[in-house]
């Protein structure tokens, strides 16, 4: 009985003991080292390879690549986690685009995501975000209402100035730059063409400009001709088109052929991947407004940005064997940051909107390829380089095949954003 | 008072769009009218000429190449074409409008396939982008007027003075009594289709500068070729013509008062036209 009893002692002893060395080897090799993150990042991106878009696709796509490369070659996040980046085809339609998130959150179970080339597309997908959960950053330019308070979802930023931004940097430079007080405007009907509207109208009031002609157009029209015709008998100093891609290169192609160019100037917005495509004469004595662009002079701006502008164009161009455009480099840009915020919130995963917008704020002034940039509180990003303004040259004054614009001037800072007032953040 | 030069640059915009509607529109009117044949697939020739002298354009660097190629082109299309469309002899409007549009929509999708879906800048030849004084306009818009003309008369002529023609005529106007001269009918629906795709080609390529080359210009373009259709007559040469025209100046001064009314005013007097006279202003009832 006594050896019995003695048995029991020491097998119950026997097994506190490895239940107390468990314990201690379990601390040890887990607790202590905190929780394990993922072996890698997936970025996701809904970008629009088929559809109206698909050169936009092409042009971001370059982008994120870009930016996911530099930042593995130094071991990824961390110094120690890859990005890997698992796209989708979003089609160039809304609703496919909402389909591809959805599965790039629960099927590929991405920690990020990016796109797409539509704005009204990304809009929903920021909206989306926050009920699967996963950050998501816009690819394409933004209606600046997304940007409202009571829309945006707080873990969502982008690089690129909303579409207020770029009608008030068309308006500030034709009334401070060019003299044209009396402005045509020619609205697309939806969303950009009346953000840019927008904008528009708040720098003409405060440059001292009026809207003398307004008109609409829908999204594809072939045919400006009844539109120009208008422009031309209304005699404004400018005409201030939203067309863009295929719109723009038909728009300018016509308005050359009508003689609109001989009654008036005409300005635009545009990118390299829309001037590939305009014929030499058709761009000639146009004001080009553009986000980035891939031939500044020296002393526009100052040299540390234009040394850092050169270097991102000729690592494109040793890539893709042509210039950035602005949608390569906002996408590069915005994953270079959302690294950076990844890294300083010190988490890939279970992340919260707030904490994350925290993390972002927080960067600070951010180096990107335009120079400094930081972002406000309601996501937009201060450049001091926002937008150039350049002068359309035509095949006699080309000098290499990427030669559409001589650069003039520069607008930048947050006068060119939307009032915090106006987002509702005041 | 809107200024002279305004309202002559708009009746030029509208002739030439209106000759064009007309051009492209001819083949669709005669087959529909003879052979009740709704060819939704036939503009699908007007948007291979714009897109055959967009290719030339950039590949040979010459307007004129794409425009011959469209002809050449179209005209051997609508005689395979006929060879398809021959089995929707007889059958039903519905039928025939179902089928068609099929094949309109696998159309579009090649033409998306070999082309993309860009909008195509035409750029018009370069001897005829000169700036007409006064005007300021390129002559190129009225050089497109010139040649619709030139091309509706010839066809006219065509139709009125050569054997072909005589046939497609009588094919037309009776395709019993052809048969009775021991001349396959057939003979006469093939040249029909053949001339109406050329045409519809030519037009294509005509219309491709003034306008942007994109994958659903075929089906855009449908209503306003049956509205030229339906007001000129069905059938008649001259009527398609004149209902062209004068949708054409309708479109173009509806539009400068407001873009969006060209639309509005084309079919509304589309609209007007059937309730006055269904068979359209030179149709036979």
């Known amino acids: 009985m006594a050896i019995k009893l003695s048995m029991k002692i ?16 379990y601390y040890l090799q887990f607790v202590q080292k905190g929780p394990q993150l993922p072996s890698q990042f997936k970025l996701g991106a809904v970008l629009d390879y088929t559809g109206v878009f698909a050169a936009c696709a092409k042009a971001e796509e370059i982008g994120i690549k870009l930016a996911i490369d530099e930042i593995n070659a130094k071991g990824g996040l961390f110094g120690r986690i890859p990005i890997v980046l698992v796209t989708r085809d979003g089609e160039s339609k809304p609703e496919v685009q909402l389909r591809r998130f959805r599965e790039l959150v629960e099927v590929e179970r991405v920690h990020f995501a990016m796109g797409t080339c539509h704005a009204g597309g990304a809009y929903s997908l920021m909206k989306e975000s926050i009920k699967v959960g996963i ?75 009026v809207m003398v002609g307004y008109d609409e157009f829908t999204l594809g029209t072939p045919d400006y001709t009844p539109y120009i015709t208008r422009m031309i008998a209304a005699k404004p100093d400018i ?29 635009v917005f545009t990118s390299h991947l829309v001037m590939k495509g305009i014929p030499p004469e058709a761009l000639k004595g146009v004001y080009a407004v553009v986000f980035f662009y891939h031939d500044i002079p ?43 915020a990844l890294e300083k919130l010190g988490k890939i995963e279970n992340i ?25 509180e309601a996501g937009l990003p201060i450049y001091k380089y926002g937008f150039f303004l350049g002068i359309g040259k035509g095949p006699e004054e080309r000098t290499y095949a990427y030669d559409y614009l001589k650069i003039v001037s520069v607008i930048g800072g947050e006068e060119i954003l939307p009032p915090l007032s106006l987002l509702g953040y005041r | ?52 002298v967009f290719t030339t354009s950039i590949l040979a660097g010459n307007f004129w190449y794409g425009v011959i190629l469209s002809c050449i082109v179209c005209f051997i299309l609508g005689m395979l074409s006929e060879q398809v ?58 050089f497109v007027i010139i040649i619709c003309v030139v091309l509706y008369l010839s066809t006219i002529l065509f139709m009125r003075y050569s054997i072909l023609g005589k046939v497609i005529t009588a094919f037309i106007d009776n395709d019993e009594h052809l048969q009775a001269l021991g001349i396959n009918p057939r003979t006469a629906t093939i040249a029909l289709f053949a001339l109406g795709s050329a045409l519809a080609g030519i037009g294509g390529a005509l219309h491709a ?57 084309t079919f509304l007097i589309l609209f007007i036209t059937l309730i006055i006279k269904p068979e359209g202003i030179l149709g036979t009832k």
């Open chain 2, 209 to 265: 500068p003034l306008y942007a080359p994109y994958p659903y210009m075929a089906s855009d373009l449908i209503p306003y070729s049956f509205a030229t259709i339906v007001c000129g007559g069905a059938g008649s040469v001259t009527g398609t013509l004149l209902g062209g025209i004068i949708l054409g100046l309708a479109y173009s001064y509806s539009g400068y008062i407001q873009p969006y009314l060209s639309p509005i005013v």
């Open chain 1, 298 to 340: 020296q002393g526009l701006v100052d040299s540390e940005t234009y040394r850092l502008m050169r270097e991102f164009t000729e690592k494109v161009i040793s890539s893709t064997g042509e210039p950035p455009d602005p949608y390569t480099f906002v996408n590069y840009v915005e994953v270079k940051v959302l690294a950076r």
């Open chain 1, 239 to 267: 005409v201030v088109s939203t067309t863009f891609g295929g719109d723009q290169v038909t728009f300018l192609k016509q308005a050359r052929e009508l003689g609109l160019y001989g009654v008036t100037k005409v300005m």
């Open chain 1, 135 to 209: 950050p998501f950053w816009p690819s394409p330019v933004m209606a600046w209402q997304a940007f409202n308070k009571t829309e945006r979802a707080p873990w969502t930023f982008t690089a690129w100035p909303p579409t207020w931004s770029v009608g008030y940097a068309m308006c500030a430079f034709a009334v401070k730059e060019l003299g044209a007080k009396n402005v045509y405007f020619f609205a697309r009907t939806d969303a950009w063409g009346w953000g840019i509207r927008d904008g528009c109208k708040a720098a003409l009031e405060k440059y001292g400009g």
């Open chain 1, 352 to 376: 919260k909107p707030e904490e994350f917008e925290k993390a972002v704020l927080e960067l600070g002034s951010i180096p990107t390829p335009k120079g400094e940039m930081r972002f406000n």
């Open chain 1, 10 to 25: 020491i097998i119950g002893v026997v097994i506190v003991v490895i239940v107390i060395v468990g314990f201690v080897m």
């Open chain 2, 1 to 52: 008072m809107v200024d002279i030069l305004i309202i002559i640059r708009q009746t030029l915009y509208g002739v030439a769009i209106g000759l064009i509607f007309a051009l492209i529109s001819l083949g669709l009117s005669l087959t529909y009218g003879k052979m009740k044949i709704i060819n939704m697939a036939h503009m699908l020739f007007y948007a291979l000429g714009a897109y055959l």
């Open chain 2, 85 to 142: 469309l021959k089995y929707l002899y007889g059958k039903t409007i519905e039928y025939t409008l179902i089928v068609t549009y099929a094949i309109l929509i696998i159309g579009t999708d090649v033409i998306k396939s070999v082309w993309g879906v860009d909008f195509k800048a035409v750029a018009p030849p370069k001897e005829l982008t000169w700036f007409i004084p006064l005007l300021g306009i390129e002559f190129y818009r009225v």
